[in-house]
């Protein structure tokens, strides 16, 4: 069965630090993964997801993600950290039938300092 | 084109009562889902469909059912609800295999 595993439950960044947050998959063929942010009190917003191809993924709001197939992972990343990007994120894979629904993962919540 | 909307945002019900929340989208989208999200715990998928009267169980099925007879709607029937289901629960649509989904804005449930 499909899982996904979110390292770090709670990071805290500088604002105008760089971030990378951790996520690991498993999945038993070519994963569909993606990268979903939840500020407080909102909704889900899709920051980039990956299918095939280049395995280096552009992004909303300036991250980007890495998929990695030898090590089962999907970081996202972003070079400077701005203060609103203090949210939750949350790792999914593909899921269902045919990838028609999603396996989160448990999220990690970014503070960022001044 | 309202997207995906969930009624009520917000709900109180008493251990044993029953009630349906709503999900509707108006996208023409194919594939729906439920989610509901507790603390520490992320988003876990309760059932899915893939079509008008296709569905299929997730992650957490158990005390939830639902049922797909139009396109647009996806309803999730709780049929005797425990203090266990109090959570937010998020609808989701999308127009394809592995494409983007769209999230309603979530019903805030809680079960006394």
């Known amino acids: 069965a499909q899982s996904v595993t979110q390292p770090d439950i709670h990071i805290t960044v500088s604002e105008g630090a760089s971030l990378e947050l951790r996520c690991n998959y498993s999945?038993?063929?070519?994963?569909?993964l993606f990268w979903y942010v939840q500020s407080p009190g909102q909704g889900l917003q899709l920051l980039l997801k990956y299918f095939s191809g280049d395995t280096l993924v552009q992004g909303i709001k300036g991250f980007e993600a890495e998929f990695k197939r030898s090590q089962s992972s999907f970081n996202l990343r972003k070079p400077s950290v701005h203060w609103s990007d203090a949210a939750e994120y949350f790792c999914?894979?593909?899921?269902?039938?045919?990838?028609?629904?999603?396996?989160f993962g448990k999220g990690t919540t970014l503070s960022v300092s001044s | 084109n309202a997207g995906v909307t969930q009624t009520p945002k917000f709900q109180v019900l008493k251990t044993g009562q029953s009630m349906t929340l709503q999900c509707a989208q108006d996208?023409?989208?194919?594939?729906m889902s439920w989610y509901r999200q507790d603390p520490g715990m992320g988003l876990r998928l309760i059932h899915y469909s893939v079509g008008a009267g296709i569905t299929d169980q997730g992650e957490v099925p158990n005390g939830y059912n639902v049922s797909r007879s139009t396109t647009e709607d996806f309803p999730l029937r709780l049929l005797s609800a425990a203090p266990s289901q109090t959570s937010v629960y998020f609808c989701?649509?999308?127009?394809?295999?592995?494409?983007?989904?769209?999230f309603g804005p979530g019903t805030r449930l809680t079960v006394l």
């Open positions: 989701a649509s999308s127009s394809a295999v592995y494409n983007e989904q769209f």
């Open positions: 999945y038993g063929a070519t994963p569909y």
């Open positions: 999914a894979v593909g899921a269902g039938q045919a990838g028609t629904a999603l396996i």
């Open positions: 996208m023409n989208h194919e594939y």
